[in-house]
């Protein structure tokens, strides 16, 4: 059975930092695309960033958040992580974590997700 299971989400100020975890299980990831997502209350879930791994990284992060977030992972952890710098009242949000297939477009593995509230 394939798991994704987020961490490190919590109640922040704005300004402050937090760093996601996302550890897979059931199946080595390490040739696929890991990346995360965020909904927050009332609209779409929004793509953040990917990192793939293909013999050296590499990564795509969203408009929205380059400068702030950056993406890394640790195949030999199975696990992918999200660095969020000078958070906002606007990143509140749950982030989840996701996998797929390199040549896939959709997403096919999603974890439950894990609260980030940024307080002004």
């Known amino acids: 059975q394939v798991e994704l299971v987020e961490s490190g989400g919590g109640l922040v100020q704005a300004g402050d930092s937090l760093k996601l975890s996302c550890t897979a299980s059931g199946r080595d990831f390490s040739r696929d695309d890991m990346g995360w997502f965020r909904q927050a209350p009332g609209k779409a879930r929004e793509f953040l960033a990917r990192?793939?791994?293909?013999?050296?990284?590499?990564?795509v992060v969203a408009d929205s958040v380059r400068g702030r977030f950056t993406i890394s992972r640790d195949n030999a952890k199975n696990a992918v992580y999200l660095q969020m710098n000078n958070l906002k009242p606007e990143d509140t949000a749950v982030y989840v974590c996701?996998?797929?297939?390199?040549?896939?477009?959709?997403?096919?593995?999603w974890g439950r997700g894990t609260q980030v509230t940024v307080s002004s």
């Open positions: 996701a996998a797929k297939g390199i040549f896939h477009t959709n997403w096919s593995y």
């Open positions: 990192a793939r791994w293909n013999g050296s990284s590499s990564t």
